[in-house]
């Protein structure tokens, strides 16, 4: 299993990311559950526009890897 975090302040865009993030990853077949998909993110999951991605291309975005045991 591999998770994804999505850490930033209060209104910074995390549930847009967790959002684009996870349906960009469905539509190429993977296997992806999204936290709260049914409740607070689901607006977001069905929201997505040009507004919030121009939105989070204004953002520093940081990939980490970190290894757990497994």
Do not use: C, W, Y
């Amino acid at each position: 299993m591999i998770t994804i975090l999505v850490e930033g302040p209060e209104k910074s865009g995390k549930g847009h990311a967790i959002a684009l993030i996870g349906k960009h990853l469905k539509s190429l077949g993977f296997d992806v559950t999204i936290q709260a998909e049914n409740t607070h993110n689901a607006r977001k999951l069905a929201q997505i526009d040009d507004d919030h991605v121009n939105r989070l291309r204004n953002a520093k975005i940081v990939i980490k890897e970190m290894r757990t045991s497994a």
